[in-house]
């Protein structure tokens, strides 16, 4: 047996995450400030605050906060991918983080970092794999109420998630499913008897 690269952006993304997390650890902070994190006020002339848009995406507080988001990512990634392909999903997470990036620092006065908006985005997007056009997943439709549902409720919590970003995130996978539903790469699954 092989180890196989199954999913090229997805592996990709998380191993360059796990380096933000590292190269945070080892400059105790101040990778995170300077390139993973993202921050009102938006100076627009400054090049670091679009890295930053970007790398936001990235960094994350610590292990559980990384390992929380990447299990999903991991999980559901590959199937997105494979459904969409990697390029396809390499835009959507540009989007979802350049999105949720923007909104959150029009909105908030806090710093925001992590990949849970692109989690949240490919869990909804996810629920549109194999879906034939003209038809709306019950999949996308159970995960949009009770996950996104629960992100509404939880909004005005003062406990340090970004709820904004879970709800964009999805919105962005929503949108995404729906655009791309009907261009997806069919999926083979191979039964053997």
């Known amino acids: ?4 690269f199954n999913a090229p952006f997805v592996l990709t993304f998380t191993f360059a995450s796990a380096a933000a997390g590292l190269a945070i650890f080892l ?14 006020p938006f100076q627009w002339q400054e090049p670091m605050q679009y890295v930053r848009l970007l790398g936001h995406v990235m960094g994350h507080a610590n292990w ?3 390992a929380g988001n990447f299990s999903l990512i991991l999980l559901i990634g590959p199937l997105v991918e494979s459904s969409f392909g990697s390029f396809k999903l390499m835009l959507m997470t540009i989007v979802t983080a350049i999105a949720t990036g923007l909104i959150h620092i029009f909105t908030s006065e806090a710093g925001l970092m992590g990949a849970s908006g692109v989690a949240f985005m490919i869990m909804v997007a996810g629920s549109f794999a194999n879906n034939r056009k003209g038809y709306i997943p019950l999949t996308f439709i159970l995960v949009f109420t009770i996950y996104l549902g629960n992100e509404i409720i939880r909004i005005f919590e003062n406990d340090h998630i970004s709820q904004l970003a879970h709800i964009i995130g999805g919105l962005c996978g929503a949108a995404f499913g729906f655009l791309w539903q009907d261009k997806q790469k069919p999926v ?3 039964v053997k008897s």
Do not use: E, L, N, P
């Open 64 to 66: 559980a906060h990384f």
């Open 188 to 190: 083979s699954v191979k």
């Open 27 to 40: 400059t105790d902070g101040a990778a995170q400030v300077r390139f993973f994190s993202i921050y009102a």
């Open 1 to 4: 047996m092989r180890i196989a």
